[in-house]
């Protein structure tokens, strides 16, 4: 492929993302939830008993701890979630639909179904929707900087990863 053409279908493929991310975003802004909120509420209406660690839906929704920490108090507020240390161990906290996050979270979720079926499906096949959807998956794999191991806490960086400053912390000392 020559380098004008990569350059040029991937920035027909972010920006078809774009657009129909804001799309579909406002149709959820518009009931009310967030594009964070829905992520969280969606995570948890798949998982089992409706609840997860808090880790786990940090990881899921792309967010450092402490700010997913933030997003669960908002919604925590909002009678949304609750959130319960585990009987097992008291390090994990575990962040679960509340009756009233449940019919939200059920209620959005259709919203989301349906403004994906127009925007989405009403201009692309399910076919295209499908091999577009396995490839971004495979690019995300394949650069997924940091995995953080559930049982031990402990983090693991990639090579790539390693290599890069963390600019929160500054300039590396010497």
Do not use: C
């Amino acid at each position: 492929m020559r380098d004008e053409d990569l350059v040029d279908h991937w920035r027909s493929i972010t920006s078809g993302v774009r657009w129909a991310e804001q799309r579909v975003g406002q149709v959820l802004e518009d009931f009310g939830v967030s594009a964070q909120w829905f992520a969280v509420l969606h995570s948890l209406l798949r998982a089992e008993g409706h609840r997860s660690p808090m880790s786990v839906l940090a990881r899921e929704v792309s967010m450092t701890s402490g700010g997913f920490t933030k997003l669960a108090d908002r919604m925590a507020r909002e009678g949304l979630i609750d959130r319960r240390s585990s009987v097992n161990d008291r390090r994990v906290v575990h962040a679960a639909l509340t009756a009233d996050g449940l019919v939200m979270a059920q209620r959005a979720t259709r919203l989301y179904q349906d403004a994906l079926r127009e925007y989405l499906l009403g201009v692309v096949s399910a076919h295209d929707v499908a091999s577009a959807a396995a490839t971004m998956g495979a690019l995300s794999d394949a650069h997924a900087a940091r995995m953080q191991d559930e049982d031990s806490g402990e983090m693991f960086v990639t090579e790539g990863a390693a290599a890069r400053p963390d600019r929160r912390r500054g300039p590396p000392r010497e």
